[in-house]
C-alpha cells in the first residue's frame, strides 16, 4: 500500500477516535485535569465518614477472619473424627 494511503487511514480513524473520545464523559473528564490540575477529594482531606466507614469494614473483616477461622476448626475436628471411625473398623 502506498504512503499516503495509510497516512488517510490513520487520520481518518485516528480523528475519529479522537473525537469520540472528546465528547465521552472520559473526554471531558481528561479535559477538566487539564484545565483545573488535579483536585483533593475531600475539602479539609480525608472526610470523617470515610474513615469511620474504613474502621467499620476492618472490624467486619477482622470478625469474618474469626468466623472462617473456627468453620475451618470445626471441619478438621469433622474430617479427623472420620477418619478415626474409618480406621477404626
Not at 472528546?22 to 472526610?47: C, F, M, N
Not at 477482622?62 to 475451618?72: I, K, P, T
Request: hydrophobic share 45%; proline share 4%.
Amino acid at each position: 500500500m502506498d504512503p499516503e494511503g495509510i497516512l488517510a487511514i490513520t487520520f481518518i480513524f485516528g480523528g475519529g477516535s479522537i473525537f469520540l473520545l472528546a465528547i465521552s464523559p472520559v473526554g471531558k473528564a481528561i479535559a477538566d485535569r487539564i484545565r483545573h490540575g488535579a483536585q483533593p477529594l475531600g475539602a479539609g482531606g480525608t472526610e470523617p465518614e470515610v474513615l469511620n466507614e474504613l474502621e467499620q469494614l476492618r472490624a467486619d473483616v477482622g470478625e469474618l477472619q474469626e468466623r472462617v477461622d473456627f468453620a475451618e476448626r470445626l471441619l478438621a475436628q469433622k474430617q479427623a473424627a472420620g477418619e478415626l471411625k474409618e480406621g477404626g473398623t
